[in-house]
């Protein structure tokens, strides 16, 4: 998306956001039964080089599946289905956010409301490690020296 402004997407009407919740949960479960088959293909080959060498196309096909299952990955983190960075809301809850889009060189994606209230309107490094429920984004947190928002 090339948008240079900060863009944010708040549903009032509940048919739209109810919509939209369900299109987010079919999106995102859509990418889940793809990954696990990609998973499933991927184990094959690990079975396979478990009992030996793998052939140049087999390593070939394994590569591939591994980079499809990373771009789908990769696709729906960036995707306005949920929060990029998921310090301050919970996974069960971003398909119901609204979401904002920040436009910035080093993170192009989209997050929701309330985190980017949280990143962006000043509130300070001691409550964020403090608010935040997962604890390897505590850990994050405790061990970044400063915060360019």
């Known amino acids: 998306m090339k948008v240079k402004k900060t863009r944010s997407v708040v549903l009032k009407n509940p048919f739209l956001i109810n919509l939209r919740k369900n299109l987010r949960a079919i999106i995102r479960e859509a990418v889940r039964i793809e990954r ?9 080959y690990i079975n396979k080089l478990s009992r030996g060498r793998l052939t140049k196309s087999q390593e070939r096909r394994e590569n591939s599946i591994i980079k499809r299952e990373s771009d789908l990955s990769a696709a729906i983190r ?8 998921g310090i301050h809301c ?3 809850e971003q398909t119901k956010q609204n ?15 309330k985190c980017y209230e949280n990143l962006y309107m000043g509130v300070s490094r001691d409550e964020l490690i403090e608010d935040a429920d997962d604890p390897c984004y505590k850990e994050m947190l405790k061990t970044m020296d400063y915060f360019i928002l």
């Open 90 to 92: 919970h996974r069960e």
């Open 99 to 113: 979401m904002v889009w920040v436009p910035r060189p080093d993170f192009e994606s989209w997050m929701c409301v």
């Open 36 to 44: 696990d088959s990609l998973m499933k293909l991927h184990g094959v």
């Open 78 to 85: 960036k995707s306005i289905c949920q929060c990029s960075v």
